[in-house]
């Protein structure tokens, strides 16, 4: 797309006809949905496209509903409508409440959930809550559908395992049970809406005194967000005692590798990664009996 260049925009109404446009214009064509990140990348260069197919009159992609046990998000919800959902609020609260710390409102009232999955970029806040969740996405391509839990999506900065024709339906997140502890804690040492320095997401389940379950997962801390194996290894069928705690979180500085920028530099940032996760897992372990 050169300066001169007009780009169509395409708005099929149905699947079928979105898979045959991204069909036809291959490499020229690009899905957009809420254009949050997709017009940005084009204004810059780094997505150069004759043709946007739009993803906004296809029905079936918007919505909220809870079926077996998990709440399904449609790829076209927008991050708004999740954060003020009175479905997500009571099932998902924390889901709620970390839609409701991406950028600003402006923001939010137009990016949508699939929209910022398959952005990929390893600073987005959503991946870290979804993973802790064990969510997963849901695909669709001509030759039918598969899931891919939002754990293994994510292959490198700006890039997912989603092949060139499929597109994310909708968003599935299993309810945790109802012991289940969460705490997102997104360090933003310049303004509120600026995207993390390091944030963790934690979600823990302790029983009997001991760890029966326990996820953390890191986003701004390397080219994907970072599940923190290691950490959840250390804990899981222990007693979550303050040092146990401590030596735990000092693991994640071997787990995360933080891109030098403007936010910090890497050493800088592993260094509050490790102070990040240790103050979410006292949130989520050291709360509860
Ligand atoms: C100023 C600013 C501040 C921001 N701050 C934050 C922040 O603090 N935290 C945070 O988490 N994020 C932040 N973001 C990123 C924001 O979350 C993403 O831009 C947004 O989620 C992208 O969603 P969208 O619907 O606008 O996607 P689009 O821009 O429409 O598309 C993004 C990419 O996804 C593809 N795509 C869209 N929908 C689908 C689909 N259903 N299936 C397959 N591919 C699809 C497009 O082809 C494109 O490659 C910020 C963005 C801006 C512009």
């Known amino acids: 797309m050169s300066p001169e260049t007009t780009v169509t925009f395409h708005t099929p109404s ?3 006809e979105a898979f045959a446009l991204l069909k036809e214009h291959g490499d020229d064509a690009r899905v957009i949905a809420g254009g949050t990140a997709l017009v940005v990348m084009m204004k810059q260069s780094l997505v150069v496209v004759d ?3 739009s993803l906004a009159s296809i029905p079936g992609l918007v919505g909220i509903d809870v079926r077996e046990g998990a709440v399904h998000i449609g790829a076209l919800t927008r991050h708004r409508d999740v954060e003020t959902s009175p479905i997500v609020r009571e099932h998902l609260p924390f889901l709620s409440d970390v839609y409701g710390r991406v950028a600003t409102v402006r923001i939010r009232n137009s990016a949508t959930v699939g929209g910022g999955l398959a952005h990929a970029d390893p ?5 870290a809550a979804l993973m802790v969740l064990d969510a997963r996405v849901r ?10 839990a939002v754990a293994e999506m994510f292959r490198d900065y700006y890039e997912t395992v989603l092949r060139s024709d499929e597109l994310i339906a909708e968003v599935i997140v299993p309810i945790p049970s109802a012991t289940a502890r969460t705490a997102y804690l997104k360090f933003l040492p310049r ?14 389940e302790v029983a009997n005194g001991t760890v029966q379950k326990l996820r953390v997962t890191l986003i701004a801390a390397g080219p994907t967000p970072v599940r923190a194996e290691a950490v959840e290894a250390a804990l899981e069928g222990q007693s979550p005692t303050a040092e146990a705690i401590r030596a735990a979180a000092d693991l994640v500085a071997d787990a995360v590798d933080p891109m030098d920028d403007f936010r910090g530099a890497p050493d800088y940032k592993r260094d509050m990664a490790v102070v990040f996760t240790r103050r ?5 372990l ?4």
Not at 280 to 284: F, P
Not at 286 to 289: E, K, V
């Open 14 to 16: 149905t699947l079928d």
């Open 51 to 53: 043709h946007l197919v």
């Open 123 to 127: 600073s987005q806040d959503p991946p």
């Open 139 to 148: 695909l669709v391509s001509p030759r039918g559908e598969r899931e891919v």
């Open 191 to 204: 303004n509120e809406d600026d995207y993390a320095t390091v944030a963790v997401a934690a979600l823990a």
């Open 280 to 284: 979410a897992l006292e949130r989520v």
């Open 286 to 289: 050291l709360a509860q009996g």
